[in-house]
């Protein structure tokens, strides 16, 4: 779980340097709290994920078919945008400025991140 957390945190932070209207972590002053801000960060991500991602996915099926699996990116977008709700009502620096453009690149950079990193990273499994 703690890899997951690092990998959806390393991703969260290139999606942020790449897409120019994220931001995550800029108004912490020290390395500390910014770094902290962003494991919190992907942390709420991975519970989004784990909890709303599967019904989104669900009640969106007819457009990933007919999109042939691109819609994909807007749930995604979708679930940046309510890990940005959840993030500002705990007070983490984290936001975005549009949703199409900035969320969907996001969403993208983030994909692209974390499947590159899981490649690289073997799961070990603890049977």
Do not use: Y
Not at 83 to 90: I, R, S
């Amino acid at each position: 779980m703690l890899i997951k957390v690092g990998i959806n945190a390393v991703a969260l932070w290139v999606a942020a340097l790449v897409v120019q209207g994220v931001r995550l972590g800029e108004d912490a002053s020290k390395l500390s709290t910014r770094l902290l801000t962003i494991v919190l960060v992907a942390a709420v991500f991975g519970i989004v994920n784990a909890v709303v991602k599967p019904i989104a996915t669900f009640f969106s099926f007819p457009a990933i078919v007919l999109t042939l699996g691109l819609f994909t990116f807007v749930v995604n977008a979708f679930m940046l945008q309510i890990t940005e709700w959840v993030c500002h009502g705990l007070g983490l620096d984290f936001s975005i400025d549009h949703f199409f453009w900035n969320a969907v690149m996001a969403a993208l950079v983030i994909t692209l991140v974390s499947m590159l990193l899981n490649f690289l990273l073997p799961e070990h499994d603890n049977r």
